[in-house]
């Protein structure tokens, strides 16, 4: 794998999780708004704040969409292009907002939808580039994405892993190998039992690329069915080995807005930061050994050898005058084999442990 590094964090091995709070369309077409959100998303742990950068025209058919509104877009209420339209993030506020959130201490991430969209972000210097999982075959597009040399963050949903392989090898046809690919279910939000994490794992295995996941569960308060308010999936996909997780952020899920409901609100996203951080710390570095916090239960839980009964100088230790029991003082089970024949070079009473100057 090549070596990742996003604004001097690297991507993978031993290094923490990149987390990724995406706010989609939660500004609600302010860039005050989007500002503070960008500071939320600091506060709960965020590495990254990030925003879509697209233009309706460029991105969807108002012809195509006309008659067309299927899945999670059955629920809007307006016509899909004007639901787009609504939601651009307009492109002169984005200078602003780098410069917001480099001045708070979060890097700013943008998914860019068109040519112009990613040559304004590397104009601005973005630290790398998230591709929305629609954009998985739009091979052309990958292609100039990855001619920038920068890390290409790929989210794979609805997507097989043929599909993935092309699109792989289309960023590495342009001598981009900084690839992280994002497990991912394009429905928001959707069943926990769709997550399919394991997939993830997969995608590690056959393509080497740094892997994550970008989930869209929520918790049985929102309608969801997570018992964990939108954690578990992030939680098991980090213990599988995910180096980037993404969650879509928002300060208030009962707002007006395409992607308010199944987004985790500031408690819920700093709860799974805190979470993220404490397994990244129980995971460990992978040696079986004796911990720090466990090195005296060693003595009370496990047997040492105890006479049975009185032991006179000189008299042969037999195995009817030894018993094993806690705590683990002097002679251990292991040297059972080479106490028995011995003879006592002490006397020993009935109860004590048998050490080695005794025999």
Known sequence: MAEIKINGKFIGGENPVYIIAEI????????????????????????????????????????????????????????????????????????????????????????????????????????????????????????????????????????????????????????????VLLQCVTNYPFPISDANIKAMVAMKDKLGVEIGYSDHTVGKKEGGDDPLDGITVPLGAVALGAKVIEKHFTDDRTRKGPDHPFAMNF??????????????????????KVMDSEKETVIIQRRGIFASVDIQP????????????????????????????KKAKNRISAGDPIKFEDV
């Open 314 to 341: 000189g008299e042969v230790i037999s195995r009817d005058k030894i018993e094993l029991l806690r705590p683990a003082l002097a002679m251990r089970p292991p040297e059972v084999k080479n106490l028995l024949g």
């Open 24 to 179: 989609g369309s939660n500004f609600d077409a302010s860039l005050e708004r989007a500002k503070s959100l960008a500071k939320l998303a600091k506060e709960a742990g965020a590495d990254a704040f990030k925003i879509q950068n697209f233009l309706a025209e460029k991105i969807v058919s108002e012809k195509g969409f006309k008659d067309l509104k299927v899945s999670f877009q059955s629920k809007w209420e307006k016509p899909v292009f004007d639901i787009y339209k609504s939601a651009e993030f307009p492109r002169e506020w984005i200078q602003e907002l780098f410069d917001y959130s480099k001045e708070i201490g979060i890097d700013f991430l943008s998914a860019p939808y068109d040519t112009e969209a990613v040559d304004l972000l590397e104009e601005i210097g973005v630290p790398a580039h998230k591709i929305g999982s629609g954009e998985i075959d739009n091979l052309e597009f990958l292609e100039y994405v990855a001619k920038t040399q920068k890390p290409v963050i790929l989210s794979c949903g609805a997507a097989d892993m043929e599909e993935i392989e092309t699109a792989v090898s289309a960023i590495r046809s342009a001598g981009n190998n900084r690839i």
């Open 267 to 288: 408690t819920d996203f700093k709860k799974m930061v805190e979470a993220i951080r404490a397994l990244e710390k129980a995971l460990g570095d992978g040696q079986k």
